[in-house]
């Protein structure tokens, strides 16, 4: 078993106030850990991989598929993507969006990281 702690994992800045740390993973997914601080946004992108996740704290606004369709997530809230959507999220709160993203298959070195 593979234990990593948000705490102890190295954290990236990917955009202006976007911090991401990469925790565990496998041969089949991986679990990121991000942050989005208050104005904050991820610009829209795509990547190959499907990406599940779960809002902890704050609410993010998503801007999804080629039209940008709105979608709000708050605490408690889950959301999946797939594949080759484009996305990208902006936090227009006034709280800091805490969550925690999977990725299958795993996003082994993410443009971030470098």
């Keep these: 078993m593979d234990r990593v702690s948000v705490d102890d994992a190295p954290s990236a800045e990917a955009a202006d106030d976007v911090f991401l740390s990469l925790l565990a993973g496998g041969e089949e997914m991986n679990v990121q850990h991000f942050r989005i601080e208050p104005g904050a946004a991820v610009p829209v992108h795509d990547h190959p991989h499907e990406q599940v996740g779960y809002i902890v704290a704050g609410e993010l ?48 070195n993410p443009p971030w990281l470098d």
């Design 61 to 108: 606004t998503f801007l999804v598929g080629d039209d940008r369709e709105e979608l709000v997530v708050g605490p408690g809230d889950s959301y999946s993507l797939a594949g080759g959507e484009p996305h990208g999220a902006e936090n227009r709160g006034d709280e800091t969006v805490v969550g925690i993203d999977v990725f299958s298959p795993p996003r082994a």
